[in-house]
């Protein structure tokens, strides 16, 4: 192997995705009073941002590690909405002062599923009771198999301006052993669509590790993406843990690429878009120079949170749905994932609000040094410190040469380009409720 290579296999120990410092299988219940006090400062804020869950899809993905469900009834669906309005309600005392939403974003699941009308409902009702007409920014997820041109014209008028799609692979042979097919066409049609609009914002989320991938077959669908110019591109690591998600085991694991192959494929697909015009913003994405991501990176702007990176470092990020994580810097909140006990709350007019978690001063020190690595790709040595009360905290790092000083700035250490990869191996090594523990309930560091 190449001593890229090497690095990538050795740094590649279990280690959490850092979406939520502390991540949220180790959040410890926080008292009622905590929530309701957090609740109550709602009421002072004047910016938020927002993220609506829609769980239902049309088809299993084997891969899916999401929480959804499988069903074609219109009627679930927006027997669904109609929970969610009445979530939104519930809020209504607490959201008045708000003048701006930074971002307001639909995931899921499939929520292009979701009827215009459903959708004109939810965004009317969140304007109304924030007394906001202007949303900043208006995202959602698609799913190409179930979406049309037509449909892509009706997200536009409702004031839709970025667009995820889930591409995964375009090989069909892949796309057979996952259980997703759809064709390089039918992307196409919707990415011209938003082409005639004038639309650029629209970004791709690709899969590497799956059944039946090689080096060449990820490059042809690489190839096939790069036709259709996405301003982003995603690429994520597949994590392949059977045991925490049944439905992988429709997998076969004899298909899927060994520890070699799989970090060939990941080096491979990185190059590949880094000698063809993209930059790396951070852990599995990048991005075109005219993109905001990569703006917001080089002015140390960029932000992380459970949907990932963003511009909007706005807090609260308010979690709407089934499931839905809420972020208000130094708590988190999390609804009940069991559909039945989340429309059991809502009825009897209560947050469905089950899983809470407060931040202490150290575990607000530590999100912030692990935001800085992920978004700043840089650590200073002071907060180390104030985290372990030692300086030899950052020795392993750097005998790995895994962080780098900055001649102009002693107090600050740098990650270099090549070492992104491993971003997720240094923060689990500045972590010190994980530090030196391996954890099977993460998955893979790449």
Same mark, same amino acid.
């Given at each position: 192997?190449?001593?890229?290579?090497?690095?990538?296999?050795?740094?590649?120990?279990?280690?959490?995705?850092?979406?939520?410092?502390?991540?949220?299988?180790?959040?410890?219940?926080?008292?009622?009073?905590?929530?309701?006090?957090?609740?109550?400062?709602?009421?002072?804020?004047?910016?938020?941002?927002?993220?609506?869950?829609?769980?239902?899809?049309?088809?299993?993905?084997?891969?899916?590690?999401?929480?959804?469900?499988?069903?074609?009834?219109?009627?679930?669906?927006? *027997?669904?909405?109609?929970?969610?309005?009445?979530?939104?309600?519930?809020?209504?005392?607490?959201?008045?002062?708000?003048?701006?939403?930074?971002?307001?974003?639909?995931?899921?699941?499939?929520?292009?599923?979701?009827?215009?009308?459903?959708?004109?409902?939810?965004?009317?009702?969140?304007?109304?009771?924030?007394? &906001?007409?202007?949303? =900043?920014?208006?995202?959602?997820?698609?799913?190409?198999?179930?979406?049309?041109?037509?449909?892509?014209? =009706?997200?536009?008028?409702?004031?839709?301006?970025?667009?995820? #799609?889930?591409?995964?692979?375009?090989?069909?042979?892949?796309?057979?052993?996952?259980?997703?097919?759809?064709?390089?066409?039918?992307?196409?049609?919707?990415?011209?669509?938003?082409?005639?609009?004038?639309?650029?914002?629209? *970004?791709?989320?690709?899969?590497?590790?799956?059944?039946?991938?090689?080096?060449?077959?990820?490059?042809?669908?690489?190839?096939?993406?790069?036709?259709?110019?996405?301003?982003?591109?995603?690429?994520?690591?597949?994590?392949?843990?059977?045991?925490?998600?049944?439905?992988?085991?429709?997998?076969?694991?004899?298909?899927?690429? *060994?520890?070699?192959?799989?970090?060939?494929?990941?080096?491979?697909?990185?190059?590949?878009?880094?000698?063809?015009?993209?930059?790396?913003?951070?852990?599995?994405?990048?991005?075109?120079?005219?993109?905001?991501?990569?703006?917001?990176?080089?002015?140390?702007?960029?932000?992380?949170? #459970?949907?990932?990176?963003?511009?909007?470092?706005?807090?609260?990020?308010?979690?709407?749905?089934?499931?839905?994580?809420?972020?208000?810097?130094?708590?988190?909140?999390? *609804?009940? &994932?069991?559909?039945?006990?989340?429309? =059991?709350?809502?009825?009897?007019?209560?947050?469905?609000?089950?899983?809470?978690?407060?931040?202490?001063?150290?575990?607000?020190?530590?999100?912030?040094?692990?935001?800085?690595?992920?978004?700043?790709?840089?650590?200073?040595?002071?907060?180390?410190?104030?985290?372990?009360?030692?300086?030899?905290?950052?020795?392993?790092?750097?005998?790995?040469?895994?962080?780098?000083?900055?001649?102009?700035?002693?107090? #600050?250490? &740098?990650?270099?380009?090549?070492?992104?990869?491993?971003?997720?191996?240094?923060?689990?090594?500045?972590?010190?409720?994980?530090?030196?523990?391996?954890?099977?309930?993460?998955?893979?560091?790449?």
């Amino acid at each position: 192997m190449s001593q890229k290579l090497v690095r990538l296999e050795k740094f590649s120990q279990n280690c959490p995705r850092y979406t939520s410092y502390p991540p949220i299988n180790m959040w410890q219940q926080a008292p009622e009073s905590s929530l309701s006090n957090q609740l109550q400062k709602l009421k002072t804020v004047s910016s938020a941002s927002f993220y609506f869950h829609f769980p239902y899809c049309q088809k299993l993905c084997y891969y899916c590690g999401c929480h959804r469900k499988i069903t074609k009834s219109e009627e679930k669906y927006r *027997n669904y909405v109609n929970l969610l309005l009445q979530e939104l309600e519930l809020y209504a005392g607490y959201l008045n002062n708000i003048d701006r939403i930074e971002d307001l974003h639909f995931g899921g699941g499939t929520p292009s599923l979701i009827p215009t009308d459903c959708l004109e409902l939810i965004i009317k009702k969140l304007m109304d009771i924030t007394n &906001k007409k202007i949303i =900043e920014e208006m995202s959602i997820e698609i799913d190409p198999r179930t979406c049309d041109s037509f449909k892509i014209e =009706e997200l536009i008028n409702l004031g839709f301006h970025r667009f995820s #799609f889930g591409i995964q692979d375009f090989d069909v042979e892949v796309q057979q052993a996952i259980g997703r097919i759809q064709s390089f066409e039918q992307v196409e049609a919707l990415v011209q669509q938003l082409q005639r609009h004038k639309i650029s914002s629209y *970004n791709f989320d690709l899969i590497l590790g799956l059944p039946r991938q090689s080096i060449s077959s990820v490059g042809a669908s690489l190839e096939l993406c790069l036709k259709l110019k996405p301003s982003r591109l995603a690429l994520y690591s597949y994590a392949h843990m059977p045991k925490h998600l049944p439905n992988q085991k429709l997998i076969d694991e004899n298909e899927l690429p *060994n520890t070699q192959e799989k970090l060939e494929i990941i080096e491979f697909a990185r190059s590949y878009l880094l000698k063809n015009g993209y930059k790396e913003i951070g852990m599995d994405h990048f991005a075109l120079e005219s993109d905001e991501l990569f703006i917001a990176r080089n002015e140390g702007n960029l932000h992380r949170n #459970f949907m990932g990176y963003t511009t909007a470092k706005a807090y609260p990020l308010i979690g709407i749905g089934l499931s839905s994580i809420s972020d208000f810097g130094d708590f988190y909140y999390q *609804n009940a &994932k069991d559909l039945t006990e989340y429309q =059991e709350r809502i009825e009897k007019k209560q947050l469905p609000i089950v899983k809470t978690h407060q931040l202490d001063e150290k575990q607000l020190k530590s999100k912030e040094l692990i935001l800085d690595i992920f978004c700043k790709l840089k650590i200073e040595q002071q907060k180390v410190e104030k985290i372990f009360g030692e300086s030899n905290a950052l020795e392993h790092l750097l005998k790995e040469n895994l962080i780098h000083d900055i001649e102009e700035n002693k107090n #600050f250490y &740098k990650i270099r380009a090549s070492d992104i990869p491993h971003i997720r191996y240094i923060a689990k090594k500045l972590d010190p409720m994980l530090k030196d523990k391996e954890e099977e309930r993460f998955s893979s560091g790449v």
